[in-house]
């Protein structure tokens, strides 16, 4: 068994939940959201993008081209009309409504869908490689670890360089203060989770033509993202990043010495983690 | 309840609702011990099913509305209690009613680490948390091949027509074997449920359960009178932990058949055990037993629509978090001021004269 080719792909696999937790660390930053909707939306959009493909004949680049203005208009709907009414000091209409969302979501793919495994096509990509040096890596995982990057540079520069990026960290900050200053949080928030809600679409691109997936894997996704955030520690997009390499490295290593350990193996790095560092890696935020 | 007050008032928790619930709560228990001797079979597993989901819904909505401890975890402690049941009858050759002791002590024991973890993780990431560690017991346990390792096992024949009680049942009520194993499953959870609604009804009269108000409401100022909120939240998860392994147990001796998946099943224990808890009303003992009622009656109604009937719940418990989020029992309880389990301390005059001489 080859370890250091086996390390590669973890850090590959890492990219792909780094994407799915993106967009959580985004939410929860701004406004002290956990969307446990989060791993359903992920499945819901690769539904979208697979409609498109097999409805219009797309290519799935262009198709999750198309469902990126959806999905943040989905995002900024839901945001504006149901999530907002849920915020306040009380945590438990905000969790509980996303996860009657959850539940929403997953029986209402299975209703359309059914629970048959699909997948996205991708063709000759998905078993493309390219030669470094002794390792042979995948096309499509090293365009997942790109996209992620890219991501997560991309937030990065609205978070920190752009106006809406310092209306997001006022309301963050001081919700009251903000709104003193003439930004409206509701529309702020909106944006925020139509902003994730495309980073959502980017990793259904990959979560569905890199394997199979049916309406029932949302909540798996959500704990992944869950993981990658809190190993990272909250508020700190590149920690995320690191957050999800680490879960990504602990499954395949996991997989390498007993395929059954590999889901185990990432949970009990999430644990270690926890046990030596409660606030994550990098943590940034207060809370 | 009263408490001594002063000479002159007295704090009492009592109402006129109250008096008359408990007349109706003694007519619902006797109706419910004689239950099996005219309720055919199917009704009797029914009234199982209904027990078990009002169990495991008081032990969520203690964590979630009186501990503000939102775990979509508790599934952990479901299928703990049950395979520690099992391990207990399969491997060890004991007694299923000693077995369901076993489940819940088991479960408890899980409880303590597993607040270790989660405890360190605060408001809504405790919530991701507990599911967490309710992935890693499940994936354990799938791994634990002499109980069938991912593909679950069954009881060994027999073991629950030895069960103390149930030969007696089946020759007092003419009845066959596994039927009688049912109804003493049932009285059970029958004794199961009263006792854990008595349970926590007293906790929530006590000190300890003013603590938890006063933390829910605000934490600085309750530790600024003495009430230590870890404390406090920690005991009602063990607590909750230990009730719901019982009932993880006592559920699987009735099925006599578990596999991982089931055992540690979202929507079973903990998405259906929400919306009962919230359809119904959360942070009040009345509510999830409102909330089991439409439950039944809605699977009822609803079941051979399979997954629309579970989108129809989470659209309801939607709205009803959004709308009403004090559930079906607090839009009545709001209207008619009724309460029947009453927690509220209320302030009244002392009318007898005895009280002057100063005692209690």
Request: proline share 4%; hydrophobic share 55%; aromatic share 10%.
């Amino acid at each position: 068994m080859n370890w250091a080719d086996t390390i590669i792909q973890g850090i590959l696999l890492g990219g792909l939940y780094a994407l799915f937790a993106a967009g959580l660390s985004l939410v929860f930053g701004i406004m002290r959201l956990v969307n446990l909707a989060h791993g359903d939306l992920i499945v819901l959009a690769a539904f979208l993008i697979l409609l498109l493909v097999s409805a219009l004949g797309l290519n799935p680049f262009v198709a999750a081209a198309l469902a990126l203005p959806i999905m943040f208009a989905l995002g900024w709907a839901l945001q504006y009309l149901v999530l907002n009414r849920t915020l306040g000091d009380d945590i438990l209409p905000p969790l509980l409504v996303t996860f009657g969302l959850s539940v929403v979501i997953q029986n209402g793919l299975l209703e359309g869908f059914s629970a048959d495994s699909r997948r996205i096509s991708a063709g000759t990509l998905e078993t493309a490689s390219i030669q470094v040096g002794p390792f042979s890596i995948g096309t499509m995982p090293l365009l997942t670890f790109l996209s992620a990057i890219a991501v997560i540079v991309g937030l990065n520069l609205v978070f920190y360089r752009t106006s809406l990026g310092r209306a997001f960290r006022a309301t963050s900050d001081d919700r009251t203060t903000a709104g003193l200053m003439g930004i409206r949080s509701e529309r702020i928030f909106a944006t925020a989770t139509g902003i994730a809600m495309m980073v959502v679409t980017i990793a259904s691109l990959y979560l569905g033509t890199r394997a199979n997936f049916d309406p029932t894997q949302g909540p798996a996704r959500l704990i992944y993202a869950f993981e990658a955030v809190i190993i990272g520690g909250l508020g700190s997009f590149w920690g995320t990043l690191a957050g999800g390499i680490i879960m990504g490295v602990a499954q395949t290593v996991g997989a390498a010495v007993n395929p059954e350990w590999q889901i185990l193996a990432g949970h009990i790095a999430f644990l270690l983690v926890l046990l030596v560092r409660p606030r994550g890696l990098f943590p940034r935020a207060v809370d | 309840m009263t408490d001594h007050v002063s000479d002159r008032w007295t704090v009492s928790t009592r109402t006129r609702g109250s008096s008359v619930a408990v007349l109706l709560m003694v007519v619902v228990v006797v109706a419910g011990v004689l239950a099996p001797v005219f309720a055919p079979r199917a009704v009797i597993q029914d009234l199982f099913f209904i027990l078990t989901m009002l169990v495991l819904a008081q032990c969520w909505n203690l964590l979630a509305g009186y501990a503000g401890l939102v775990s979509v975890g508790q599934q952990a402690f479901v299928g703990f209690g049950a395979y520690a049941m099992f391990a207990a009858v399969s491997l060890l050759g004991l007694d299923p009613l000693v077995s369901i002791a076993i489940g819940g002590v088991a479960a408890l024991l899980l409880s303590v680490p597993t607040a270790f973890f989660v405890f360190r993780l605060q408001g809504a990431y405790f919530a991701i948390g507990t599911w967490v560690i309710a992935e890693v017991v499940r994936l354990s346990l799938a791994q634990w091949k002499a109980l069938g390792g991912g593909t679950g096992t069954s009881l060994p024949s027999g073991a629950t027509r030895d069960m103390p009680g149930v030969r007696l049942v089946a020759d007092l009520l003419h009845v066959r074997g596994p039927q009688a194993t049912d109804i003493v499953c049932y009285w059970l959870a029958l004794i199961l449920a009263i006792a854990t609604i008595g349970f926590i009804y007293r906790l929530l009269r006590s000190k300890q359960g003013l603590g938890l108000a006063a933390v829910r409401d605000n934490r600085e100022a309750a530790r600024s009178v003495g009430v230590d909120p870890t404390w406090t939240k920690s005991f009602v998860y063990l607590v909750a932990a230990f009730i719901t392994g019982l009932t993880g147990a006592l559920i699987y001796v009735q099925k006599a058949r578990i596999s991982p998946d089931a055992a540690f099943s979202v929507p079973d224990w903990t998405a259906y055990v929400i919306f009962i808890v919230v359809i119904g009303g959360i942070g009040t003992i009345e509510g999830p037993i409102v909330g089991v009622i439409v439950f039944y009656i809605l699977q009822n109604l609803l079941a051979d629509y399979g997954s629309l009937y579970l989108l129809f719940l989470g659209l309801l418990g939607i709205l009803i978090m959004l709308f009403a989020p004090r559930g079906l029992w607090g839009l009545f309880a709001n209207r008619s001021g009724i309460q029947l389990f009453p927690i509220r301390r209320m302030l009244a005059a002392r009318t007898d004269t005895k009280a002057h001489g100063g005692g209690a």
